[in-house]
Structure formats: structure tokens, C-alpha cells
């Protein structure tokens, strides 16, 4: 690697950032090798973070001389990548200050923070931060790349894609949902409730079902026979599981595919088909799997 802090100066956003990374290193491997990255600029060490409630640090100067990233210890592989990015974010973003001299701490819920509330200051830094680690890990043009227009959105594919970017399934479910040009969103479930969940908020609409409610009756989350580790298939369900539709109109066509996982965790993508798509099959006698292959066709 080649890149030296001195290839960013002026640039103040992630996005901003993250383009002239990719500028001065046009050969970057995927997965990103962040550890590198991070000593090339200016991170001269990574120690493991010792604070209880906290996720990671960053301990650096008023003049941004260097930094030390401070990561808690035991988490996976993925989820210390995230954290690096993240940090490696707040040090590369002047504007950035810590809440006590010198020193960011981070929480696992900032690392989370996708919206700011208008006026915080600290939560926007998280956002930022959040939005550079993605978009570090998971650069846009390799991004570019797996999304092509025969791209079939799939809990599949994005498990592949998590393992070939070596990031969480978390981070790779909020960036699929972001970038895949079909509109997409991810349901995140714990013990049977919702937990949050990703959508692009101008492709997809609203979610309704309420966080730390249980997971809509009629899902597809409730069939018999769902396997830990293994996606369900794709199926259309009632729209009105998860969106609202209004009375007396064609309803839109919400597919859904479940990924159980063994500590209690459930990740669902929702597949949204506006109702007044020209490809909209009002054959309700249909199978799903002929649906399926309908909506599959689009894309060969
Ligand atoms: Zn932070």
C-alpha cells in the first residue's frame, strides 16, 4: 500500500474519504485489509479496549499526530472490523471531537446508529462513523460489481457476499438492503420479536411492524419445519404484514425469506413489488414457485 494521510487532506466526509482511499489505492483487495489500512494511516497500534459498556476507542491529540484503536476484546473477526472502521473514521474526520480530551469511546449501540436526531451532535459523528466503516468494508464499486442488473436478491447472496467482504451479517443485511438496485429490507429478530430493521427509505416503504413486538403472525417466520443455518425459500406473503396498504387498491407483492440462527437470532429479507408494476401477475393461483420464476425472469 502507498496511501498516506496526506492523499485526504480536505476531505471532511465519509464519503469524501472513502473516494480518495480508493483513489490512491485502485488495487484495494477485497476483503479490505482494514488492519493495513488503519497503520498506513497513522494508527500506530491497536490495543484491546478495556472499559466495560464500550465497543471500541480511539485515543489520539488535538493535532491528530496518530491514533491508538482500542477494541474489545472477544468479539468476532467481523464485528473487530467494523469496529476499526468505525474508529479509523472518527480519527480521519476532523470535525469529529471526543466527548473528553483525547479520547472517543464507543458503544455497541453507536455502532448501530444509522439516523441522527436532528441536533445531536454526537449521534451524527456515530452516523458518520458507521457510514465510513461500511463504506470502507464494502466499497461501492466492488459493491457495484456483485449488484449487476442480473443481480437476484437473495438471503443467499447476501450471506456470500458477508463472507466475501468479511463483515457481519448485520453490516452486510443494512448495506444490501442500501445498495441492491431491487428494493429490499431485512428484518432483524431476536426471540421471536422484532429488533430493527434495513431498508433503503426511498425504494422501500415504511415497516410497520413495531420494534420489540412479536414478528407478524401470518410471516413466513412461523412455518414449520425452518432450519437454523439454512434460507428458507422465497414465498409471497400478506403485504400487510410489514407495510401499509390502502383499502380498495391492488395490493403490492411483499415476498419473504427466513434465516433462522442458533442463538435466537433471525434475520428476514422482505421483497417489495409495487402494485402498479407492468409485471404485477394478478393470477393469484399461481405457486410461489412460479412466482418466484416470474419475478426471476425479469433479471435473465
Ligand atoms: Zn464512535
Not at 446508529?113 to 461500511?134: C, H, Q, T, Y
Not at 425459500?233 to 400478506?238: K, N, P, T
Not at 390502502?246 to 433471525?266: D, K
Request: hydrophobic letters at 35%; aromatic letters at 8%.
Amino acid at each position: 500500500m502507498q496511501i498516506t494521510r496526506m492523499d485526504l487532506a480536505d476531505k471532511g466526509s465519509p464519503e469524501g474519504i472513502v473516494m480518495a482511499i480508493l483513489k490512491a489505492e485502485p488495487n484495494l483487495p477485497i476483503p479490505v485489509p482494514i488492519e493495513e489500512l488503519c497503520r498506513r494511516l497513522d494508527i500506530i497500534e491497536i490495543q484491546a479496549l478495556t472499559t466495560a459498556g464500550f465497543e471500541g476507542g480511539l485515543l489520539t491529540d488535538r493535532e491528530r499526530s496518530n491514533g491508538i484503536i482500542l477494541v474489545k476484546n472477544g468479539v468476532s473477526p467481523q464485528r473487530r472490523r467494523f469496529t476499526l472502521g468505525h474508529e479509523l473514521g472518527h480519527f480521519l474526520m476532523p470535525s469529529h471531537l471526543p466527548d473528553s480530551e483525547g479520547r472517543f469511546l464507543c458503544s455497541e449501540m453507536d455502532m448501530l446508529l444509522l439516523n441522527p436526531k436532528e441536533g445531536d451532535r454526537r449521534a451524527k459523528m456515530e452516523v458518520e462513523a458507521n457510514r465510513f466503516s461500511s463504506l470502507i468494508l464494502m466499497p461501492p464499486p466492488a459493491l457495484r460489481g456483485e449488484f449487476g442488473r442480473k443481480s437476484v436478491p437473495s438471503l443467499e447472496h447476501m450471506l456470500a457476499l458477508s463472507k466475501k467482504f468479511d463483515v457481519s451479517k448485520d453490516a452486510m443485511a443494512r448495506t444490501y438492503a442500501e445498495h441492491h438496485p431491487e428494493p429490499i429490507a431485512f428484518v432483524v429478530v431476536r426471540d421471536g420479536k422484532v429488533l430493527r430493521n434495513y431498508r433503503n427509505k426511498i425504494r422501500f416503504p415504511y415497516i410497520t411492524a413495531l420494534r420489540g413486538k412479536a414478528v407478524p403472525e401470518r410471516s413466513l417466520f412461523y412455518r414449520k419445519g425452518l432450519q437454523i443455518g439454512v434460507p428458507s425459500d422465497v414465498d409471497a406473503r400478506l403485504p400487510d404484514n410489514w407495510i401499509y396498504v390502502e383499502r380498495g387498491r391492488q395490493a403490492p407483492r411483499v415476498s419473504e425469506q427466513v434465516y433462522l440462527q442458533a442463538n435466537g437470532f433471525a434475520l428476514i429479507m422482505l421483497w417489495y413489488e409495487p402494485a402498479d408494476d407492468p409485471d404485477y401477475d394478478e393470477d393469484g393461483e399461481r405457486t410461489a414457485k412460479e412466482r418466484l420464476k416470474h419475478r426471476q425472469s425479469r433479471f435473465t
